[in-house]
């Protein structure tokens, strides 16, 4: 049974904060496929093409018959737990610090033994689920799960090392006058966050939903104009340290190609409410976060980016906002980067047209925005790194891997 | 298949080791020099007089056999470079030994040592192997310790093991390493003691484990003819087997390659398990001696634990078994480690042993197992040796 959290004391300010250290993140060029998988959530492992082997650990060539270069494939996660052990000292300074730690050998039912991470509720002779996680190094690890859901699952200590649980975390969601921004903080609130910060730009002007957004648990109405550098490093220096979870949730979606405007005018103001505004963001934020990523019960644990799916291919009619979003995607990779030392995950999540008033003259499927925080909350829960919400995501993103340049032209 | 031919008129003589030290300031050059030069000063040889080299080293980097022709002033026609960990010692010997039968060199130095520095033993662990890189040490990065811990964990609910069983092992050895000079554990050990030691990675206990140290083994191979006239001590070589990443599908290791090869390697040196007057195995944790008391004919499969509770482990008892304390009270220098049980086997048939000497030894099982790449040891080995006769 895993023992539930309890809700960490208010932290004594005087105390040093201890700092976050990485678990060994080399890995060999034909392992990173397992990081592709742990971030989307998928369970894969390499399987040969030739004679249907399934491998593990990663190699450049297939046991069974040499052949060159296996696929990373979905595969059953199914197997039983053979051997446990508890280790009690390690030459490792990330895990020294986290001892004791329990690890087991897996007999996968498609075939090979994994050594892996293992839930407290998993005991030897046990079924387990596998799963890929993203450990604080951004590397994969497998890690076994109970075969069901056990009570607390989420609050096992190694388990929420690979996750971003919001359970006695505190989230900043930067735009509270959105509905994606308004569900964000909904959906915060509901998964345990002990605080919902919520950044309110001119708060004398009124919204729609207001009302319901002050009304909802633990939420606290923040000033936060994501235009201005100067409200943005004020908020930072005000709650900077008991931020454990930033959402961006600021929008500036406005429809049309290049052409199709006159001037710079509506570029800007997108680029400065999307791009700058991320980098304000991360700059006054970022260090913060990254600083805290080993700071107890509720570290810092994660920047959760909202990307329209067009920032992989650009769909001309909204094609100067297509491409605000790709300069968004591409400062992603640069801030997951950045975050990385600290063991802060920096979660994509990708969607298509959303059921708000910019997207009004678009025809269905659209994303409601309680489907889209559902979908930040549990890519946290889950410690992913790429969520793709929807059929329109989905379908550009499987385009998009299939071949960009056709994308291009279907687009 | 072919079958093995003998080594007839083959030696292993000459065995030497350096003394362990548990940390050392010097690198794994100057152990593998300290060994040359006994060896040479035992055998009457200069440099130039040594046509072969053997080497076993994990800390020798960034040379490799090659370089460290240059750096002691070999001249060698046979060279050998064996990253084969605990199997280093048998391994090193079988192929010289072939070298030596097919003319390819007269006299071949056998060499294994290992520097200790402080963090050194992290930093091995940590770039071990590709797949140790990828798929083991970041997971708690318990190292050999948490591999060895879940074979063990297997061992005891497969065939009813206890711990009791494997401290017999440990205790035994430390009574022999009493008796050995060059150990580095030299305080009496108790079961008590053993089952009261702290957990490392359950069920490993502090006494299952290896100390890393520094230190050199090595030996020379030569024929029959050419010890004699050197006038140095020597073994005859009666069998020797190696056999790597056997049962693969295994999903746990419970057995080793011996099993493969172990009616030929008895048949050719004539002699059956009852034979054998001393035992050395590898001893990196107590499962593994268990595991080669079975796979190498001595009991059947998961009876081992019983074997040795009806036995004197010890070098004055009916089951003489790692008479020199072995690395769980000698200390684990490294690839030295391969070679340890060998070098002591050598010198309990030349009866040089000493205090540990073992009375009447005519014949010696030496075996070597290693190198936990992943989840399992891959490499096995052993060796049949006998008194010269």
Redesign the interface.
């Known amino acids: 049974m895993t023992e539930p959290l309890v809700r960490p004391k208010r932290k004594d300010p005087l105390k040093r904060t201890r700092l976050p250290l990485s678990?060994?993140?080399?890995?060999?060029r034909t392992?990173l496929g397992l990081a592709t998988a742990a971030a989307q959530g998928r369970f894969m492992l390499q399987v040969c093409q030739d004679c249907a082997k399934t491998i593990?650990?990663?190699r450049d060539a297939c046991?069974g018959c040499f052949a060159p270069a296996p696929p990373f494939c979905d595969v059953p996660d199914g197997g039983v737990l053979?051997?446990?052990?508890?280790?009690?000292?390690?030459?490792?300074a990330?895990?020294r610090e986290r001892m004791p730690?329990?690890?087991?050998?897996v007999?996968l039912d498609c075939g090979p033994?994994?050594?892996?991470?293992v839930h407290g509720d998993c005991a030897?002779g046990d079924r387990v689920a596998m799963s890929l996680k993203l450990?604080r190094?951004g590397?994969a690890?497998?890690f076994a799960l109970p075969a069901r859901e056990t009570p607390d699952m989420a609050d096992d200590k190694q388990l929420r090392e690979m996750t971003c649980d919001p359970k006695f975390r505190r989230a900043l969601v930067t735009d509270g006058r959105t509905a994606v921004g308004q569900a964000c903080a909904k959906a915060l609130s509901e998964a345990g966050c002990t605080i919902v910060f919520v950044g309110i730009a001119d708060a004398w002007k009124p919204f729609p939903g207001e009302e319901a957004l002050r009304k909802t648990a633990n939420v606290e109405i923040v000033p936060l104009d994501l235009t201005n550098s100067e409200s943005v490093g004020d908020l930072a220096a005000d709650i900077g340290g008991r931020v454990d979870i930033v959402v961006n949730t600021a929008e500036h979606v406005r429809p049309g190609g290049i052409m199709a405007r006159k001037g710079l005018v509506v570029a800007r103001e997108e680029m400065d409410v999307r791009y700058f505004g991320l980098m304000r963001l991360a700059q006054a934020f970022g260090p913060a976060l990254r600083f805290r990523g080993a700071d107890g019960v509720n570290s810092a644990a994660a920047f959760v980016n909202f990307l329209f799916v067009h920032a992989l291919a650009n769909w001309p009619e909204f094609g100067a906002y297509s491409a605000t979003e790709a300069a968004c995607l591409s400062a992603s990779h640069s801030l997951r980067a950045e975050l990385r030392p600290g063991g802060v995950k920096f979660i994509n999540i990708f969607h298509g047209p959303l059921e708000t008033e910019w997207f009004q003259p678009l025809p269905p499927p659209k994303v409601a925005p309680s489907a889209l925080a559902r979908s930040a909350v549990d890519a946290l829960k889950r410690g992913l790194e790429d969520v793709f919400v929807g059929d329109i995501a989905q379908d550009i993103r499987e385009r998009f891997l299939a071949d960009p340049k056709t994308l291009e032209r279907e687009l | 298949m072919r079958r093995r031919q003998s080594y007839k008129g083959v030696v292993a003589a000459a065995p030497i080791t350096i003394p362990y030290e548990r940390f050392s300031i010097h690198g794994a050059h100057w152990w593998i020099g300290r060994a040359l030069r006994a060896l040479a000063e035992q055998a009457h040889l200069k440099p130039a007089d040594i046509d072969g080299f053997s080497v076993s080293s994990f800390t020798v980097g960034p040379d490799t056999a090659i370089g460290l022709t240059q750096h002691f002033g070999l001249s060698p026609r046979f060279l050998d470079h064996l990253p084969l960990g605990g199997a280093s010692g048998v391994v090193g010997l079988r192929r010289a030994a072939r070298a030596v039968q097919a003319g390819d060199a007269d006299i071949v130095a056998c060499v294994a040592a290992d520097a200790n520095h402080v963090d050194s033993f992290r930093r091995t662990l940590s770039t071990f192997s590709r797949f140790a890189q990828d798929a083991v040490y970041p997971y708690g990065s318990g190292g050999p310790n948490a591999s060895f811990a879940l074979i063990t964990r297997d061992y005891m609910n497969r065939f009813g093991a206890t711990r009791e069983d494997f401290g017999r092992i440990c205790v035994a050895q430390r009574e022999n390493a009493l008796a050995y000079p060059h150990a580095l554990m030299k305080k009496k050990l108790t079961l008590d003691e053993y089952m009261g030691a702290r957990a490392i990675s359950d069920p490993i206990h502090l006494f299952d484990c290896v100390m890393p140290c520094a230190g050199a083994e090595a030996f020379l191979v030569c024929t029959e003819e050419r010890a004699r006239d050197l006038g140095l001590p020597f073994v005859n070589i009666l069998s020797t087997i190696e056999r790597h990443n056997a049962f693969m599908d295994d999903p746990i290791q419970y057995r080793g390659g011996w099993v493969v090869d172990l009616e030929e390697f008895y048949g050719l040196a004539e002699v059956k398990p009852e034979d054998v007057d001393l035992l050395q195995t590898y001893d990196d944790y107590p499962v593994i001696s268990l595991m080669q008391i079975e796979d190498l004919g001595f009991c059947k499969k998961g009876e081992a634990a019983a074997f040795v509770r009806t036995r004197d482990l010890t070098y004055r008892g009916d089951f003489p078994h790692n008479t020199s304390g072995g690395q769980l009270s000698v200390g684990q220098a490294g690839a030295a480690g391969g070679y340890l049980g060998l070098v002591e086997a050598m010198r309990q048939l030349c009866g040089l042993a000493g205090a540990n000497q073992v009375k009447e030894a005519e014949v010696a099982l030496v075996s070597g197992f290693g190198m936990i790449n992943y989840d399992r040891g891959l490499a096995s080995a052993a060796a049949l040796l006998a008194k010269a006769s």
Request: net charge positive; no cysteine.
């Open positions: 678990p060994p993140g080399a890995r060999s392992a593990y650990p990663p046991p053979l051997a446990v052990t508890t280790i009690r000292t390690s030459t490792d990330y895990y730690w329990r690890v087991g050998t007999r033994s994994v050594v892996a991470h030897e450990d190094s590397q690890a497998a």
